[in-house]
């Protein structure tokens, strides 16, 4: 079974500036989907971002891009230039293929992020 | 807007009732899953359904009865809840799997969660 590990259950980080936020997954598969997605006080869950593992490539969409480690199994997302509706919770997600696993989502705990002005 | 809609939004229970909670989506997507959010434990599966007329158990079943009533229905029952399924509770769909792999789609739409309290 996949494991996927949030160390950090919250953090804060001042407005304009630069944040990381760890994960790390536990799987045998060679290749899988990452994601991120945010949780807002709203509730709603909103994807930020998707990595496949088999791209080298990191995934970056505008403020939002990811460090993708393959062979350490680890996946932090990177917000530059925080801004004040950053402030959520955020997960981190696994998944394998959808053919071998009925596209089954594996969360993290979460990491509660505050943007602070 | 196309979503995925659960009802309700909000319920209190008391210890050993009975509840439903609905769930519809009406993007034709094949799978659906039912998911609890549980403070320092992030979102864990209940129930899944990868398509109409099959379901499956996910990594928390227990105390749960699901029903895939159509393509678009999937319902959650608690027969005789317990303090420990006081929770939010979160609805997905899934697109199909070669939607998925095109750029940017989500892996799941979900709805907006029912929080349930049981005393």
């Known amino acids: 079974a996949q494991t996927v590990t949030q160390s950090q259950p919250e953090m804060s980080v001042q407005e304009a500036e630069t944040v990381t936020l760890s994960c790390t997954y536990d799987?045998?598969?060679?290749?899988?989907?990452l994601f991120w997605y945010k949780q807002p006080p709203s509730r709603q869950m909103i994807l930020v971002i998707r990595?496949?593992?088999?791209?080298?490539q990191n995934a970056t969409e505008n403020r939002f891009s990811v460090n993708f480690q393959k062979a350490a199994k680890s996946f932090s997302l990177k917000i530059s230039d925080s801004q004040l509706g950053d402030t959520a919770m955020y997960f981190c997600?696994?998944?394998?293929?959808?053919?071998?696993?009925?596209?089954?989502?594996?969360f993290g705990e979460g990491t509660q992020l505050t943007v602070n002005p | 807007n196309a979503g995925v809609t659960q009802t309700p939004k909000f319920q209190v229970l008391k210890t050993g009732q009975s509840m439903t909670l609905q769930c519809a989506q009406d993007?034709?997507?094949?799978?659906m899953y039912w998911y609890r959010q549980d403070p320092g434990m992030g979102l864990r599966l209940i129930y899944y359904?990868?398509?109409?007329?099959?379901?499956d158990k996910g990594e928390v079943p227990n105390g749960y009865n699901v029903s895939r009533l159509n393509k678009r229905e999937f319902s959650l029952r608690l027969e005789s809840a317990a303090p420990s399924q006081t929770s939010v509770y979160f609805c997905?769909?899934?697109?199909?799997?070669?939607?998925?792999?095109?750029?940017?789609?989500?892996?799941?739409?979900f709805g907006d969660g029912t929080r349930l309290s049981i005393l």
């Open positions: 997905a769909s899934k697109t199909s799997d070669r939607a998925f792999v095109g750029h940017s789609n989500q892996p799941q739409h």
């Open positions: 799987t045998s598969e060679n290749n899988y989907y």
């Open positions: 990595q496949e593992a088999y791209k080298q």
């Open positions: 997600a696994f998944m394998k293929p959808p053919e071998t696993s009925g596209s089954r989502l594996t």
């Open positions: 993007m034709n997507h094949n799978s």
């Open positions: 359904s990868a398509s109409e007329g099959t379901t």
